[in-house]
């Protein structure tokens, strides 16, 4: 996809918005009582510094949180943590994400979608994780933009968006270089 949809039509990013949107909700049917991996065990991927993967699956969404900020305490202040932290949900669902859906995993065949790889970081994540993940910054391009609104509508929640990014580039930057 990532090498057609900034060519696409409005009709085709309509198309390729609603087959999101009906892959996304089939995704939401799948329920955890932990965030980690999909076999119920703990996250094993990008997301978490290879020497601090965490030792077991999640039980709440404060647990996934607080290892978060134990994270960003190693670099940060502790203002600067929790005030980032402070712009996430307080609360979140635990729900099953691919947390890389971007058109470079989606395959097409004109405008049908055909497939989903690389699920790496598949699991089960807040709910947010994978609309965030979509809205990544440095995944932008006019078409995926475009096609965004439609899959979903109403208001950016550009607060989180930008506190996710925040938050995975910190990591980034710290844990990987």
Not at 103 to 116: A, S
């Amino acid at each position: 996809l990532d090498k057609t949809i900034d060519n696409m039509t409005a009709p085709e990013l309509t198309h390729i918005a609603q087959q999101l949107q009906k892959i996304l909700a089939e995704m939401q049917l799948l329920r955890s009582k932990t965030l980690g991996s999909i076999t119920g065990k703990p996250y094993d991927n990008c997301f978490f510094p290879p020497h601090i993967i965490p030792n077991h699956a999640f039980s709440s969404y404060s647990e996934f949180m607080d290892f978060y900020r134990y994270i960003l305490l190693h670099f940060c202040t502790e203002s600067f943590t929790e005030d980032l932290l402070s712009r996430l949900p307080r609360n979140a669902p635990i729900r099953f994400a691919h947390a890389d859906l971007l058109p470079r995993n989606i395959i097409v065949d004109g405008t049908t979608i055909t497939g989903i790889i690389d699920w790496a970081t598949a699991g089960f994540w807040p709910g947010y994780w994978e609309y965030c993940c979509m809205h990544e910054p440095h995944w932008s391009s006019p078409g995926w933009d475009k096609a965004l609104k439609l899959i979903f509508p109403g208001e950016r929640r550009q607060t989180e968006i930008d506190a996710f990014s925040m938050l995975t580039t910190i990591v980034d930057q710290f844990f990987y270089c």
